[in-house]
């Protein structure tokens, strides 16, 4: 009995090398030999001397470890074969948006069970004008809003339950109508509204049945077709977790609201067995991997401490100046997509707003908002900064951001089509609204207009024409208004590569997105040949050279608020090119000025 807890003792706590996972096991393994230690003592001890005896007992033990060490071996093996990697489109692939290393609880995301049809007519309304009061709270629910109030999608659910259908029939069969002629679109754009729709669908019937809205758990990684946008806005991402869709799209609404807030994300997904408890996400390389193997876990761990120890390391720098490692200072300014994206952004980590995009305010089944409304949203950011410079892109319509009975309908190819400033100067009406509310809130900071998708000089011409008659016309009305600087984005080949023709301009902010699309021939949003983007990033930073040495020459401030700015495998190379204002996307903040601060010029 005391030979073999001895073996137990010698083969599975003094040898670090035996691949007996977790000290449970191990005990477990102690116990077992210390039984067979007494069952070969009763059996063997009366025929042999003790030293004899103490060697067999040694000889068995040795045995039961083999025969362990194998069964683990075998049940790994088995592990890894069952797990699953699974490719789909990266839909947020910043920096931040990477989860190397944490596994996340796996749930899958089903819509609750909704009692059957028959729900009182009379508190459908009601529940309904409830639910908008609700969603005012949330300008990224804006396009379920519009619809709540959409005369031609309400009517009929009135007249139906006006002939008695019950109410939850009555706005089930209207929305699903609405759902059908979505998901029919041309443009992936419409089609990712649908999304909206089956949301707003089900959250009404929720309010119509009693049944509470679900919450996503913490720090999970969310799988199912899609996910509806109040349910995104609803969890606690602040914990971590990802979004794994087999639908979805990297243009959806989520979309939108997981690239602002860094949350991983994954999209077109192929069909996911069910049956999996863990997962590994990668919102990079756009891989999901299903119940990991020890391998591929023990890959993570290390993947896992690294991530976390740049994190911690990156927050550290949040709060300094950008410097490089030789004293050379940067500005990183944050890009937004929405005026409360700046609630979670403390303005002394940054250097002002390179990029503030105007398209929230024109969300796809929306009335065009007014002169008022679009004032006090530019107005909201600019004392936010408290002085530091907020560049404001006017309305970038067109390519995959269309907006219905706005953009033009069926182009043949809209990246390449009536886009950016070329449709704001065929549609002045709008334009003069958005350039009045301009003009207003530049009396309230340091305001920089950017012109969006400039292709000849006769566009700044024409834009700066229609500012300076609005502010005109605002200043002899008695109402305050000034001219900001007027600079325009960088995304197509011809001002990147002639800048002297676009002089006129106070300013360059390089449009990377754009720029790299164009260069490379291939659409951003076409999986297929995406990936020819990376490609062509020598080919940018050589453009980014010339326009940061003609700025020089010429004292124009030259920027980059495209994606490329928020990757900081690029960072020290953008810097060398000429560079010194980097506007990124503000999970990349940190990440950036410590990149900033390891690199040489």
Known sequence: LVASGLCALLYYE???????????????????????????????????????????????????????????????????????????????????????????????YKNPALPAEGAPTITFFGQL?????????????????????????????????????????????????????????????????????????????????????????????????????????????????????????????????????????????AALPEGH????????????????????????????????????????????????????????????????????????????????????????GRPMPGEEEQYRAYRRVLEWAQGRPVTIRTLDAGGDKPIRGYTPEAEANSFLGVRGLRLSLARPEVFRVQLRALARAATHGALKVMWPMVTAPGELAAAAALFDAELAALRAAGIAAARPALGMMVEVPYPALMPQAFAAAAFFSVGSNDLQQYLAAAARDNAAVAPLAEAVVPGVIELIRGLAA?????????????????DTRHTGDLLRAGLRSLSVAPAALGHVKAAIAESRL
Request: hydrophobic letters at 50%; a negative charge.
């Open 550 to 566: 003609f700025g020089g020459e010429r004292g124009l401030d030259v920027s980059i608020c495209g994606d490329l700015a928020s």
């Open 277 to 364: 408890g863990e997962a590994i996400l990668d919102g990079r390389s756009g891989l999901l991997v299903l119940s990991p193997g020890e391998g591929q876990r023990a890959r993570l761990s290390e993947a896992a401490a690294a991530h976390h120890a740049a994190a911690v390391r990156a927050a550290g720098f949040l709060t300094r100046p950008a410097v490089t490692a030789d004293g050379v200072a940067i500005r990183v300014l944050v890009n937004i997509g929405d005026p409360s994206d700046v609630e979670r952004i403390a303005v002394a980590t940054c250097d002002g707003v390179g990029l503030m995009r105007t398209e929230f305010l024109f969300r796809d």
């Open 14 to 108: 003094m040898l670090p090398g035996i691949p007996l996972p977790g000290a449970g096991l191990r005990r477990i393994a102690f116990v077992k030999n210390i039984l067979i230690g007494l069952g070969w003592s009763f059996a063997v001890g009366p025929l042999s001397n003790n030293g004899l005896f103490f060697f067999q007992t040694m000889f068995i033990s040795a045995l039961s470890l083999l025969s362990d060490v194998a069964d683990f071996e075998i049940d790994r093996s088995r592990d890894v074969k069952t797990a699953a990697v699974i490719a789909g489109i990266p839909a947020v692939s910043t920096i931040a948006a990477i989860i190397f290393a944490a596994l996340l609880t796996f749930v899958w």
């Open 129 to 269: 004008g409830e639910l908008r009061d609700v969603d005012r709270l949330f300008l990224g629910h804006a396009f379920q809003i519009a619809l709540l109030e959409d005369d031609e999608l309400t009517r009929p659910v009135r007249l139906a339950i006006a002939a008695h259908t019950p109410a939850d029939a009555a706005w089930r069969a209207a929305i699903d109508a609405q759902i059908s002629d979505y998901e029919a679109a041309d443009d992936a754009y419409f089609r990712a509204r649908a999304g909206d729709l089956r949301d707003l669908r089900e959250r009404v019937l929720r309010h119509l049945h009693g049944v509470a809205e679900d919450r996503l758990a913490p720090g999970a990684i969310v799988l199912a077709d899609d996910l509806a946008p109040s349910q995104f806005l609803a969890a606690d991402w602040d914990r971590g977790g990802g979004i794994a869709l087999s639908g979805g799209s990297p243009s959806s609404h989520v979309a939108i609201l997981a690239r602002a807030r860094g949350v991983p994300m994954v999209v077109g997904l």
